[in-house]
Each structure stands twice: as structure tokens, then as C-alpha cells.
């Protein structure tokens, strides 16, 4: 089940194999655990799962993590092998046996550093359900005594405790580091970039906002975190993390769990600068099993109604006009439109931290982007780390590739709202750019181009190219665009509305070509000009892109498996300063830059912090 190392493996087997098409791929076959939970969720197939189960029921609850613990030790549970065979017995036993136990370890122990051990371990495992499957399953505590609710909110009990949170001073708990691996000379870079030059970075006061230590920097904004415990219509929205981290939508889960484990995270909405609203909208409405109607080929009600009614019952909304400072993420091409359809009447001015600057293809009736330049901020999507250590991997050394450019996928018609999609099915409309490029397949023996083949086929064209195309698809955003700085090719745009993350703080030019998209055959004769004649000028973009891509990489927290993989496969080789140069830093950075140090707010020396304050009576 572990995902550690898949990646490479399956890549190294493709290169032998027949031709094969997408279908074919290993992420389409049924997993064998899945299939114990349809037919045998109570595992009543196994004879260690089966009477622990009953056995476990029949306990008192405050017993049961001794049961736990008891068949743990009895089973041999410490070793990372058996946990894994176990898991493929009796997947929602094991996971209930972890569940307890990081539970205690962190409420009853108070060890933060042991509850996460046991949490990791236990992330890894019912991250490979639906929580909507997982909840069936467990049959609402009936089956077996957990739901991805409760999952969900011991993750968040656990990222807040790697920090601290508003005021509350010296007693809060604080430890070293972060769930993010961050310390707090590491928070004086982040902090101290966006600062005025010359302004000092105060140190924390007795009122300590969000740290403990005494010398820690304040920082630059605080958040208030929304938190699904407390909100019912939130907890709909915000779950399955597990389920929903690793995939191409995970900065949804990502920057919640970077905001819970940030020292600017304060729990007084008195002082925060910005309200954070957690949701994985994207991942669950991807997935079209959570919200009835709701499959990415329409507004989704259901979850639009849940927005509304978060924000209506919330106490901090109306203090300012249309949300402004609100901040949402949105995962996926759907943008803001999909998951809240209504957001322009609710919160026209929220800060949306999106990966879509453009429009959806499916939604032809959407003709205004979610998207505004001056208030919102765009983001990478997640790659995995086994993405990203396994396309180092596999990447040719670049004097040695001998492909000028690829692309592999289905031609795109432009947004209903540039042309009629029926006009524009083919290589002959220019818009249709992904049809243009598929043509070069018959004309140009130096590019590798095609439709429908599996994944992997698709990893070894980017990791043998010299340069890679981006052209546009159902939406501008797409994941590929960043596999190709880890892949080692040089991303060639064609996707004219796009806008790439971070331009504020990094040269994006210096790393990436982009082109206009009707002019296909010009990029053509430019990329074969530069290949022979100016192997430098590709050389420098190469090396820019080494730079850029550590800023384009989620790294996972401390809670999640992959945390464990990210130290053992020396992802520091691939980006030095990983914990300091990411996209969680870049978004936190730009954002410092929306609160400024006066906005928002009453002051007067010696003020104290908050929105509400009062002026003194002298
Ligand atoms: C863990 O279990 C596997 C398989 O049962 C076994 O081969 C291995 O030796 C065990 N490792 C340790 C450290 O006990
Ligand atoms: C390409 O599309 C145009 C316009 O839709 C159409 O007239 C033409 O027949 C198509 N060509 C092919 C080869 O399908
Ligand atoms: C990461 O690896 C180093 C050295 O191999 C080790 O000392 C450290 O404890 C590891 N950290 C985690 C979180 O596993
Ligand atoms: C990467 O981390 C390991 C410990 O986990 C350390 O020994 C090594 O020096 C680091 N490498 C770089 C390039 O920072």
C-alpha cells in the first residue's frame, strides 16, 4: 500500500512494455484492500480481525486504547512490514487500532511527537479511502468505532500543536519546530522579506502572539482558522484530508494544515489580519461521490450552500465589505465558480489562493475568470514527492537528450466563451493548439507527440526532452507544467491567459518559454534554431528551472508518511532549503504584503492589538 518507491519502479517497467493505453494504467486497477472493505468490512474473513472487532465494541470506550495496545504488542504491530500486510486484510481495523492510540498519546500522554508518529503511520492507511467510503464502511460507528471526521479532526488537533496560537503567551506549548520544519530563525527570513527596509522585526512580546519563545519573530499577519469542529456545514466541505492531500488539488488541504501549524495562525479573531475558510472542494467534487449532482460539469449547489451557510452563521463576516479579509483556496479549473457558485454576491472581495487564472471548458456559461490580478494570488498544483524524486530520477542528463519537444494528450477546444467549441475540433483552427502540436507527429521526426498512452509513458517523454509543451487544455492550469521543472525540460507555454505562480518574487522569464498560441510553426523553427545553434541560451533557462521548482513544491508536514520519505530519499539534493523555498513560504510571503501593518485597523502607540478596540479614557 505504501506509495514509497512505486513510481520508479513502474517507470523502469514501462520502458520494456507493449504498447499500452491509458486504461492500462496501474492507477486505473482495482486494489485488492478495497475489495475486503466491499465484501467483508467487518473482517470477519480474518480470525485475529474478525472477534477483535466484536471485542473491541463490547469495551468501554476509555478501555479500548488498552485493547489496541494490547493486540499491537501481541501481533507484532511495531513493524512497519506487518502493519502493511495487516493493512490489506483489514484495512479500517488497523487504522481504528492507530486511531486510538495517537489519540491517547496526544490528549491523555500530551506527546505531540509520539501522537504523530502513530497518526503518520495511520494517514498513510486511510488516506487510501474515500472518507465517504470509509465512514460506509465503518458503518457510522457501528462496525468499526471511527469516521473520517473524527480522522479529520485529530490531523488538525495534531498540526496545531506543532505551534502555538495567539495570545496566551509562555504557556502555550511550542516546539522547536513547526509541523513544517520550520523554526524561528527560519520565521525571521520568512518574515523579514516583505518587511520595509530597516523596519526591526519586534520580538514577541508578553502578550507572545502564536509563540512561546521570548525572542521568536512576530509575524506578519495573523490568521484565524476556521475550524470544522465547531462548524457542521465546514466539516462537510473540509473532508478526508488523508484521502485528499496527495492529490493534484492537495494545496486544499496543504495550506489549512500549513495555516494550523503557522505561528501566525492566532485562535483570537480579535487580532487576525485574515480568516482562513478550510474546504476540499476540489478533491471531493473531483471525485463526484460526496455532493449529489456534483461531478465538474456543473455549479455544484450543494456545496454553495454549504459556503453560505458557514459564512452567514459566522460572527467575523460581516465586520468587513465582501470578505475582504476572507482567504479560500481553489484547487481546480473549476476556480471559485464550481464550489461556490454564489461567491460573487457573498464574497467579492475574499483573497482566493487559486490555481486558475482562466475559465472552465465545461462551464460554458461561466465568461468572467474567479480570478482577479490584483486581489488573488495563483498557485502550483501538488505533485507528490514521489512525483517529484522519481522524475529527478529518471530525468537525462540534459546535454544527452535527443527529443526536441513533447507532449502527450487529448486536443482541447478553446472556452465556449473565445469561439464555438463545434468550429474549432481540429488541427486547422490554431486555437486548437494541442491539435496543431499532435500534428507534428507526422512532420516532425524530432518531437514526441501523442494521444492516449499511459501516464508513465507520458514521465518518460518529459524526462528525455529538451523542451516540453504546456499547451492549453480544458482550463489554463495544469499539474504537467510543473513535472517539467522536476523532469529536467523546459516548460514551452502556449497558453495565452495563463498567468505562472510567483511571478512577484522569481524571474519566471529566466526558466520558461511562452509562446503565442496560433503560432505553432514560427515556435517550431525558433526551438530547432536554438537547440543547434545556441546550446547555452538552453543551458541557463535549464538551470533557472532548478531554481524555480523548490518554489513550486508543496512538502509535506509532520503528520503525513510522505514526511518520512522526504527525509530518507534526500529530497534536499533536489532542493537544498525545501523548508524555507516552497510554495507554502511564496504564498505566505504575498499575502504578508495584503495585511501591511496598518490595514484594517485602529491604532495608537501602545495599542493593543484587535479590530474591536476601544480608544483609552484618559
Ligand atoms: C518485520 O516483519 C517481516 C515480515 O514478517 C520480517 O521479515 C522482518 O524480519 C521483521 N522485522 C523486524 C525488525 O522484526
Ligand atoms: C476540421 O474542422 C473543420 C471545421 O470544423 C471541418 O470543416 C473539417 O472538415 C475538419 N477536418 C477534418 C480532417 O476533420
Ligand atoms: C531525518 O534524517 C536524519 C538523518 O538521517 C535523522 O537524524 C532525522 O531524525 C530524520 N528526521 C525525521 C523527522 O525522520
Ligand atoms: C540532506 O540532509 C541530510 C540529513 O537528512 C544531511 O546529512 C545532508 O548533508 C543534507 N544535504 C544537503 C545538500 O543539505
Redesign the pocket.
Known amino acids: 500500500m505504501r506509495r514509497a518507491g512505486a513510481g520508479l519502479a513502474l517507470l523502469t517497467s514501462a520502458l520494456a512494455a507493449p504498447k499500452k493505453t491509458l486504461q492500462d494504467d496501474p492507477v486505473f486497477q482495482k486494489k485488492n484492500y478495497q475489495e475486503n472493505i466491499e465484501t467483508d468490512a467487518e473482517c470477519n474473513r480474518s480470525p485475529l480481525w474478525g472477534p477483535f472487532r466484536v471485542q473491541l465494541l463490547q469495551t468501554a470506550e476509555e478501555m479500548r486504547v488498552e485493547l489496541a495496545y494490547e493486540k499491537m504488542m501481541e501481533w507484532g504491530l511495531e513493524n512497519v512490514t506487518k502493519v502493511d500486510e495487516q493493512s490489506k486484510i483489514c484495512l479500517l481495523g488497523l487504522v481504528s487500532m492507530q486511531y486510538y492510540f495517537a489519540h491517547m498519546l496526544l490528549f491523555e500522554v500530551g506527546s505531540v511527537e509520539a501522537a504523530v508518529d502513530a497518526f503518520r503511520m495511520m494517514d498513510e492507511h486511510s488516506g487510501a479511502l474515500h472518507p465517504d467510503l470509509l465512514d460506509k464502511a465503518a458503518g457510522a460507528g457501528e462496525i468499526w468505532p471511527i469516521s473520517a471526521d473524527s480522522l479529520d479532526s485529530l490531523r488538525r488537533a495534531l498540526l496545531r500543536a506543532s505551534s502555538g496560537g495567539g495570545t496566551g503567551g509562555p504557556d502555550r506549548r511550542r516546539r522547536f519546530k513547526n509541523a513544517f520544519g520550520l523554526h524561528d530563525e527560519d520565521w525571521h527570513q520568512v518574515w523579514s522579506a516583505w518587511r520595509p527596509t530597516g523596519a526591526p522585526v519586534a520580538p514577541v512580546g508578553p502578550r507572545g502572539l502564536g509563540a512561546a519563545r521570548p525572542t521568536a519573530p512576530t509575524p506578519g499577519f495573523r490568521v484565524f482558522v476556521y475550524d470544522p469542529d465547531t462548524i457542521p456545514a465546514l466539516r462537510k466541505l473540509a473532508r478526508g484530508g488523508s484521502f485528499c492531500k496527495p492529490n493534484q488539488w492537495g494545496m486544499e488541504v496543504a495550506l489549512h494544515d500549513w495555516f494550523l501549524a503557522c505561528p501566525c495562525r492566532t485562535d483570537n479573531p480579535e487580532e487576525a489580519d485574515f480568516f482562513f475558510v478550510p474546504h476540499y472542494t476540489s478533491c471531493l467534487i473531483n471525485h463526484a461521490d460526496t455532493f449529489a449532482g456534483c461531478d465538474t460539469k456543473q455549479l455544484c449547489m450543494p456545496t454553495t450552500e454549504l459556503f453560505e451557510e458557514v459564512l452567514r452563521e459566522s460572527p467575523y463576516y460581516r465586520r468587513v465589505d465582501g470578505g475582504r479579509n476572507h482567504l479560500f483556496v481553489w484547487g481546480s479549473g473549476m476556480g471559485a465558480d464550481g464550489p461556490f457558485a454564489s461567491w460573487r454576491q457573498w464574497v467579492p472581495n475574499a483573497i482566493f489562493l487559486m490555481t486558475e487564472p482562466e475559465l472552465w471548458n465545461p462551464y460554458k456559461e461561466v465568461v468572467l475568470p474567479s480570478y482577479t490580478p490584483h486581489k488573488d494570488i495563483i498557485v502550483p498544483g501538488r505533485l507528490t514527492v514521489d512525483d517529484m524524486i522519481s522524475l529527478g530520477k529518471m530525468a537525462k542528463p540534459f546535454t544527452e537528450r535527443t527529443v526536441l519537444g513533447h507532449f502527450i494528450g487529448w486536443p482541447r477546444p478553446p472556452h465556449f466563451s473565445v469561439m464555438d467549441p ?8 490554431p486555437l486548437n493548439v494541442r491539435s496543431v502540436l499532435l500534428d507534428l507527429k507526422d512532420t516532425e521526426e524530432s518531437m514526441h507527440v501523442d494521444v492516449d498512452v499511459p501516464y508513465l509513458e507520458s514521465f518518460l517523454g518529459l524526462t528525455s526532452s529538451l523542451f516540453c509543451f504546456v499547451p492549453r487544455g480544458k482550463s489554463a492550469w495544469s499539474s504537467r507544467f510543473f513535472q517539467t521543472f522536476f523532469a529536467g525540460c523546459i516548460p514551452v507555454l502556449l497558453n495565452d491567459r495563463y498567468e505562472v505562480p510567483f511571478g512577484e518574487l522569481v524571474d519566471v522569464p529566466k526558466a520558461v518559454i511562452k509562446w503565442p498560441m496560433t503560432e505553432v510553426p514560427a515556435l517550431v523553427e525558433y526551438l530547432k534554431h536554438m537547440a543547434m545553434e545556441d546550446a547555452e541560451r538552453m543551458l541557463e533557462l535549464h538551470e533557472a528551472g532548478k531554481e524555480l521548482r523548490c518554489w513550486y513544491a508543496w512538502p509535506p508536514s509532520w503528520v503525513e508518511w510522505s514526511w518520512l520519505e522526504l527525509n530518507k530519499s534526500k529530497f534536499n539534493r533536489t532542493c537544498e532549503d525545501w523548508h524555507i523555498r516552497n510554495a507554502y513560504v511564496a504564498v505566505t510571503r504575498l499575502l504578508a504584503t495584503k495585511a501591511g501593518t496598518g490595514r484594517g485597523r485602529f491604532y495608537w502607540p501602545g495599542a493593543p492589538p484587535g479590530d474591536l478596540q476601544r480608544p483609552p479614557a484618559i
Open positions: 463545434q468550429l474549432c475540433q481540429n488541427s486547422s483552427c
